[in-house]
């Protein structure tokens, strides 16, 4: 039976079905790097050095959080993904209604753990004194976001495990937009509105996340999509919440594995001091540009290989292996050129302070030259994670940055005596 909704990738052109399917995808992370970009403007250039820190310093803890929901979202992506790509729509049915009470429950959970330990986990990170109390008053508001954050992952990920990568890009404009202009108006106290510093970034994350996941799930319920949840019966959804489990698990934590790495490595450039901090942030903020395609790719391909291992064509999924990896490692080697040829130029986009941007340009240098690598892996990535073996992927993110990167960063770093030692052990580890 031919389905009424999404698109099957099950037939047709693999290298078409990749770029067609993945070019929303990476739009939308474009348009939310953008909004980054334009925020770390905001805030490094009129807010200053601290601030920046600040913002720098929480990211990490909030991208280990959202590791845990993006994880559990990958798997509906490839429970959706196969039972689309099977024609098993009642089961796709049930992946929704399970899924649904799974992340948003744990959404909830998750922000008050972040709450209770804020300080205590910033205070481990070593982050500088002068950067402590911006940074627990700035996280403390952006993890009220978490549960809005949470069920816009879970949507967009199974509108996208039926094919639909398009549909989930408009709400995500929409939500980048009304950020964009909250972000002024909320920082300064414009039209009325309080003037909230550092703080009013967070809070115009999280009216646009809210605004967004209620038009998202109203829109979904007025086309009667099989994808809009409905009130489940509790009874009836152990079997399917124990699967997303058997499968979230491993990728929660493959994905907060690599964010907890995160933390690890900035607590380590924390130890040199707020100019390190920064220029780490600012720099990071390239990375994002040369990640996303490689990371857009991998999500692409995890659910090309869904559907087909659902539909069991497996001939195809060696195809769309070889393709993934021509369109990855084309896109990243360009992104290296740029980071190697005009790091200073980038860098003065999110920060003016000359000590800052020399720091940066050698993060850029060491690091850039390596971005290729990362493509390839999340490659590797997508077509392990659309056959459901997440434990395999975690596996290997694991030795990547416990045994490779943190150890190393942190002896690098202390044999050179500055801060160019986590540099390298970056660009050692992808």
């Given at each position: 039976?031919?389905?009424?909704?999404?698109?099957?990738?099950?037939?047709?052109?693999?290298p078409?079905?990749i770029v067609?399917?993945?070019?929303?995808?990476?739009?939308?992370g474009?348009?939310?790097t953008?909004?980054?970009?334009?925020?770390a403007?905001?805030?490094?250039?009129?807010l200053?050095?601290v601030?920046?820190?600040?913002?720098?310093?929480?990211?990490?803890?909030?991208?280990?959080?959202?590791?845990?929901?993006?994880?559990?979202?990958?798997?509906?992506?490839?429970?959706v993904?196969?039972?689309f790509?099977?024609?098993r729509?009642?089961?796709l049915?049930?992946?929704?209604?399970?899924?649904?009470?799974?992340?948003?429950?744990?959404g909830?959970?998750?922000t008050?753990?972040?709450e209770?330990?804020?300080?205590?986990?910033?205070?481990?990170?070593?982050?500088?004194?002068?950067?402590?109390?911006?940074?627990?008053?700035y996280?403390?508001?952006?993890?009220?976001?978490?549960?809005?954050?949470?069920?816009?992952?879970?949507?967009?990920?199974?509108?996208?495990?039926?094919?639909d990568?398009k549909?989930?890009?408009?709400?995500?404009?929409?939500?980048?937009?009304?950020?964009?202009?909250?972000?002024?108006l909320l920082?300064?106290?414009?039209?009325?509105?309080?003037?909230?510093?550092?703080?009013?970034?967070?809070?115009?994350?999280i009216?646009?996340?809210?605004?967004?996941?209620?038009?998202l799930?109203?829109y979904l319920?007025a086309?009667?999509?099989?994808?809009?949840?409905r009130w489940?019966?509790f009874?009836?959804?152990g079997?399917?919440?124990?699967?997303t489990?058997?499968?979230?698990?491993?990728?929660?934590?493959?994905q907060?594995?690599?964010s907890?790495g995160?933390?690890?490595v900035?607590?380590?450039v924390?130890?040199?001091g707020?100019v390190?901090?920064a220029?780490?942030?600012a720099a990071?903020?390239?990375?994002?540009?040369?990640?996303l395609?490689a990371?857009?790719?991998?999500?692409?391909?995890?659910?090309?290989?869904?559907q087909?291992?659902?539909a069991?064509?497996?001939?195809?999924?060696?195809?769309?292996?070889l393709?993934?990896?021509?369109?990855?490692?084309?896109?990243?080697?360009?992104?290296?050129?740029?980071?190697?040829?005009?790091?200073e130029a980038?860098?003065r986009v999110?920060?003016?302070d000359?000590?800052?941007?020399d720091?940066?340009?050698?993060?850029?240098?060491?690091?850039?030259a390596?971005?290729?690598?990362f493509g390839?892996?999340f490659?590797?990535n997508?077509?392990?994670?659309g056959?459901?073996a997440?434990?395999?992927?975690?596996?290997?993110s694991?030795?990547?940055?416990?045994?490779?990167r943190?150890?190393?960063?942190?002896?690098?770093?202390r044999?050179m005596?500055?801060?160019?030692?986590?540099?390298?052990?970056?660009?050692?580890?992808?």
């Amino acid at each position: 039976m031919k389905p009424t909704f999404g698109t099957d990738l099950t037939t047709g052109s693999i290298p078409r079905h990749i770029v067609t399917f993945s070019l929303p995808m990476l739009l939308g992370g474009f348009l939310q790097t953008t909004y980054s970009f334009i925020n770390a403007i905001w805030v490094g250039q009129y807010l200053g050095t601290v601030a920046l820190a600040a913002v720098t310093v929480s990211f990490p803890v909030v991208f280990t959080i959202f590791g845990v929901g993006m994880g559990m979202t990958l798997a509906t992506n490839i429970l959706v993904s196969q039972s689309f790509g099977a024609k098993r729509f009642d089961e796709l049915k049930r992946v929704v209604d399970g899924s649904t009470v799974l992340i948003y429950g744990l959404g909830v959970v998750l922000t008050v753990i972040g709450e209770i330990f804020t300080p205590e986990i910033l205070r481990a990170m070593d982050t500088p004194a002068e950067v402590l109390e911006p940074a627990a008053h700035y996280l403390r508001v952006y993890l009220l976001s978490l549960p809005f954050s949470f069920g816009m992952f879970a949507l967009r990920s199974m509108m996208q495990g039926t094919g639909d990568s398009k549909t989930p890009l408009y709400f995500q404009l929409g939500s980048v937009l009304l950020t964009t202009v909250l972000d002024p108006l909320l920082i300064f106290g414009k039209l009325g509105l309080p003037e909230l510093g550092l703080n009013g970034t967070a809070w115009a994350t999280i009216v646009s996340q809210v605004l967004a996941l209620v038009a998202l799930n109203a829109y979904l319920h007025a086309k009667r999509s099989p994808i809009s949840p409905r009130w489940p019966r509790f009874g009836q959804l152990g079997p399917t919440i124990r699967r997303t489990l058997r499968i979230g698990v491993p990728a929660a934590v493959q994905q907060s594995v690599v964010s907890l790495g995160m933390v690890v490595v900035t607590g380590i450039v924390n130890g040199f001091g707020g100019v390190a901090t920064a220029a780490f942030g600012a720099a990071s903020r390239i990375d994002q540009i040369a990640f996303l395609p490689a990371i857009n790719m991998g999500m692409a391909i995890s659910t090309l290989a869904g559907q087909n291992l659902g539909a069991g064509h497996h001939g195809r999924v060696r195809e769309i292996f070889l393709w993934g990896c021509a369109f990855s490692a084309a896109i990243t080697l360009a992104c290296s050129a740029a980071a190697i040829v005009f790091p200073e130029a980038l860098l003065r986009v999110f920060i003016a302070d000359p000590v800052v941007v020399d720091l940066g340009v050698s993060y850029l240098h060491i690091v850039g030259a390596s971005y290729v690598l990362f493509g390839l892996s999340f490659v590797s990535n997508g077509i392990i994670n659309g056959a459901g073996a997440t434990m395999v992927t975690t596996a290997i993110s694991l030795l990547g940055l416990w045994v490779v990167r943190a150890p190393l960063a942190y002896f690098l770093s202390r044999e050179m005596r500055s801060v160019k030692g986590v540099w390298y052990a970056i660009a050692a580890s992808f």
